[in-house]
């Protein structure tokens, strides 16, 4: 007998998750999501980054979610993917000056208290960092799998050594590895740099034994799109970063057509060694 879904009506939760800020993760996750929509699938995502939300903006989405019959918020929609977000909620230049169980309390509020209906895929946008939202996160809403985006160089794979390494003491299936700003491609000589190297998580993912999903340069249109609210999967659908993006989403979607209904996965749980 299959195991029941993570929570009602959604078949399957991934989480995208960096351990260090300023990798693109935000960009990436809701490229992704946005694939996944694309590929006809029912995708929503909540922005768990409380302190730093910026799924509104890139997802162009504005206002505040309706409050329904039964008390529920009504997920807010752009591109065709559900979302719910603390960045709805207060001003987009309001700081949240929250401790830590404050923040807690939000973000179980906006998973619980949300009428997300029959999903497919919740796509969920994690904080940066190896922390008490992040554990607690992973500890309290079954995962069907994560997504690690880290850029090349050294200092970003410490911190991302780390986050394999924790989501692997709670159990986390790690669906594998994507090498943001892999490179550089320059719009007015088409010529390429890697800035901050390259090649070094995919390296990393052959040494720590998962996936390595794809690389995603540092592109100008990628940035251009991400601010103005399309993401490029929508903004250039032909581009050979798009399809990257739609190259790593039918992968994710066939891993989680292998982990969502397998018997065996339950509620992830602390390792003690």
Known sequence: MASQPPLPGIRAVIAVSSAKGGVGKSTTAVNLAVAMAR???????????VFGPSLPRLLGIRGT??????????????????????????????????????VMGAIEQLIQDVAWGDLDVLVLDLPPGTGDAQLSITQRIPLTGAVIVS????????????????????????FGLIENMSYFHCPSCDGRSDIFGHGGAKAAAKDLGIDFLGEIPLDVALRETADAGTPIVVAAPESAIAATYFQIAERLL????????????????????
């Open 151 to 174: 850029t090349p160089q050294d200092v970003a794979l410490l911190d991302t050594r780390k986050g394999i390494a924790m989501l692997r003491k709670v159990n986390v299936p790690i």
């Open 65 to 102: 979610p309706h409050t329904l019959d039964d008390e529920r918020l009504e997920p807010m929609q752009g591109h065709g993917v559900g979302c719910m977000s603390i960045g709805f909620l207060v001003e987009e230049a309001t700081p949240m000056i929250w401790r830590g169980a404050m």
């Open 39 to 49: 590929r006809g699938k029912r995708v929503a995502m909540l922005d768990a980054d």
């Open 254 to 273: 066939e891993a989680i057509d292998a982990k969502a209904d397998d018997p065996s996965r339950s509620a992830p749980k602390i390792v003690v060694e």
